[in-house]
């Protein structure tokens, strides 16, 4: 089993960087891909990015791409979702997810509570 807790959302202006976070429990965490899905209100849930076991291998969503880069520390047991630019398009509950498999798809084992990101221009 694999426990996954986000950090880092809140309010920020248009423009702004964040930085998301999202710590694991369990002892296999360098062994799951990991990505960042988010749902605006209204919407469906949207692909933003993945990383590989190693942090080598990364795909990136439309959304997201250019703008956001994610990233893992294994011996910290977390993923990161660094965003720059941001956008009121941006603002979105976002979910961090563990899996096997490194894709775009919804194919993920564990998921997250989610945390809110709002972009206030």
């Known amino acids: 089993q694999v426990q996954l807790v986000e950090s880092g959302g809140g309010l920020v202006q248009v423009g702004d960087s964040l930085r998301l976070s999202c710590e694991a429990s369990g002892r296999t965490f360098d062994s799951y891909a990991m990505a960042w899905f988010r749902q605006a209100s209204g919407k469906e849930r949207e692909f933003v990015a993945a990383?590989?076991?190693?942090?080598?291998?990364?795909l990136y969503g439309n959304a997201g791409k250019g703008r956001f880069t994610i990233s893992r520390d294994n011996a910290k047991k977390t993923v990161y979702l660094q965003m720059t630019r941001l956008k009121p398009d941006d603002t979105a509950v976002y979910v961090c997810?563990?899996?096997?498999?490194?894709?775009?798809?919804?194919?993920?084992?564990?998921w997250g509570q989610g945390i809110q990101v709002t972009v206030s221009s």
């Open positions: 990383v590989g076991w190693s942090g080598r291998s990364t």
């Open positions: 997810a563990a899996g096997n498999n490194l894709d775009f798809g919804f194919n993920y084992d564990y």
